[in-house]
């Protein structure tokens, strides 16, 4: 079983940034990809990015296209979710969850599937606010 754990949430101003990580317990992220994921008050949980084992392929949501990078150390058994030119809207609690499958040969288009996810983190809130 793995537990996902995430980290690096806070406050911050329109424009600014945070990087978030998610460090697994248990066992590792092995051979599996990894997604990242947001619910804001009042609203679905939604994809935000996701990436493959090898950290070669990734996919982001609309919304965080050019703004996000999704990363991966497994050495340190750690995905990350750059956040930059944070807005407002971006306000949410993120969580970050571990796929049951790798999405090398899938395409990575696939993480946006809620279905897909076996373990889920606690999340950790992020707030953009003056």
């Known amino acids: 079983q793995v537990?996902?754990?995430e980290s690096g949430g806070g406050l911050v101003q329109?424009?600014?940034?945070?990087?978030?990580?998610?460090?697994?317990?248990g066992r590792t992220f092995s051979s599996?990809?990894?997604g990242w994921f947001r619910q804001a008050p009042g609203k679905e949980r939604e994809f935000v990015a996701g990436i493959?084992?090898?950290g070669e392929s990734t996919y982001y949501a609309d919304?965080?296209?050019?703004?996000?990078?999704?990363s991966r150390d497994n050495a340190k058994n750690t995905v990350y979710l750059q956040m930059n030119s944070l807005k407002p809207e971006d306000t949410a609690v993120y969580y970050?969850?571990?796929?049951?499958?790798?999405?090398?040969a899938l395409g990575c288009?696939?993480?946006?599937?809620?279905?897909?996810?076996d373990y889920w983190g606690q999340g950790t809130q992020v707030t953009v606010s003056s």
Not at 14 to 25: I, N, V, W, Y
Not at 112 to 117: E, I, P, V
């Open 14 to 25: 329109p424009g600014g940034s945070l990087r978030l990580s998610c460090a697994a317990s």
């Open 63 to 70: 919304s965080a296209k050019g703004r996000f990078t999704i």
């Open 109 to 117: 288009v696939v993480l946006k599937d809620k279905s897909l996810y």
């Open 32 to 34: 599996i990809a990894t």
């Open 96 to 104: 970050c969850a571990v796929a049951r499958v790798d999405c090398s």
């Open 52 to 54: 493959s084992w090898s």
């Open 3 to 5: 537990q996902p754990v």
